[in-house]
């Protein structure tokens, strides 16, 4: 599975900005797609996940009520829009993708930077 993400940039406190990854290679329904992120100096971390086939997700509680993660069949995406964005959301955010039958994460994407200014 190849995975390309993209959307990054430079935001304020405050706004809203939606990246995307584009998948490619694999039989998608059967995957769990994620996001991480990992901020400057720190370890990388969960923020967000869904499933490909059914559509549940979840949420880290740092993000919950802010970001939306969700998928586009046809176009073999999944987003994660982000509003009420904060400067310690800053970080280099990865989606990355699993089989659902696996428990950890296998394919990631190159990662794109999101920077939160106060």
């Known amino acids: 599975v190849q995975l390309q993400a993209s959307g990054g940039g430079l935001v304020q406190a405050g706004d809203s900005l939606r990246l995307s990854c584009a998948a490619s290679?694999?039989?998608?329904?059967?995957?769990?797609m994620g996001w991480f992120r990992q901020a400057p100096g720190k370890d990388r971390e969960f923020v967000a996940t869904?499933?490909?086939?059914?559509?549940?997700?979840g949420y880290a509680d740092s993000v919950k009520g802010r970001f939306t993660i969700s998928r586009d069949n046809a176009k073999n995406t999944v987003y994660l829009q982000m509003n009420s964005l904060r400067p310690d959301d800053t970080a280099v955010y990865y989606c990355?993708?699993?089989?659902?039958?696996?428990?950890?994460?296998?394919?990631w994407g190159q990662g794109t930077l999101v920077t939160v200014s106060s």
């Open positions: 869904i499933s490909w086939s059914s559509g549940r997700t």
């Open positions: 290679g694999g039989t998608f329904g059967r995957y769990v």
């Open positions: 990355a993708a699993r089989a659902a039958s696996s428990s950890s994460y296998d394919s």
